[in-house]
């Protein structure tokens, strides 16, 4: 930085050299694409989606599938032509889907790899009247309203929310569907209400807790 010869109202003029414009520009021009230009590149990104995914993000670090009582693949099931709802009905008051009973299972199983040990032990678990002990993936929060009727009658498929099962050898947790984030990203990409109480009861008094 270089100072004039001469003075403005009392004061040396400075001049700013070219060694030193060079940095302030740069400098400058990502301060515009961060602040400025990223919104507009989010944006565009946010419109690409919405007329592409339509699902919720997946989970952004992968998670280990859980251990099940019997190995059970989604991929070899489905592509012999069963659906979901085949296995998982979802009653009154439509809340949660449910895990099949033992007999449907052993609709096909009485004969089909019937010497298998992890046929044999669904067929004990159904010989017993016992439930399989499933262990579920994905698991509603605490405080959180959920329905899953809700959310088929208005259009959402089983893939959106828990990802392409029918590729699935072992189920896993890909989608941030029991996360805020991921809740509050498809609200907003289906245009569905993102106020507290859409998800969370109401608040009252009696909810605050005493320290």
Not at 124 to 149: E, N
Request: proline content about 7%.
């Amino acid at each position: 930085m270089q100072f004039l010869g001469n003075s403005y109202g009392g004061e040396r003029v400075k001049r700013i050299d070219r060694k030193f414009v060079s940095p302030v520009l740069i400098a400058l021009g990502l301060a515009i694409f961060h602040f400025g230009g990223a919104p507009a590149a989010l944006a565009a990104q946010s419109a690409n989606l919405q007329g592409s995914a339509q699902d919720v993000h997946d989970t952004p670090v992968p998670l280990p599938a859980p251990e099940q009582p019997i190995p059970y693949s989604h991929k070899t099931h489905l592509a012999l032509g069963l659906e979901c709802q085949m296995c998982h009905t979802n009653p009154d008051a439509g809340r949660m889907m449910t895990f099949p009973v033992t007999a449907t299972c052993m609709n096909c199983h009485s004969s089909l790899a019937k010497n298998k040990p992890s046929i044999q032990k669904l067929a004990a678990f159904d010989s017993s009247k016992t439930p399989v002990p499933w262990v579920r993936v994905y698991t509603v929060l605490p405080g959180v309203k959920w329905s899953h009727r809700r959310h088929l009658d208005a259009g959402m498929k089983c893939e959106m929310c828990h990802g392409d099962v029918s590729q699935m050898q072992v189920m896993t947790n890909v989608k941030s569907v029991t996360s805020m984030v991921g809740c509050l990203d498809c609200h907003k990409l289906h245009n569905a209400k993102t106020t507290c109480v859409t998800c969370h009861a109401a608040w009252s008094p009696e909810m605050v807790v005493a320290k």
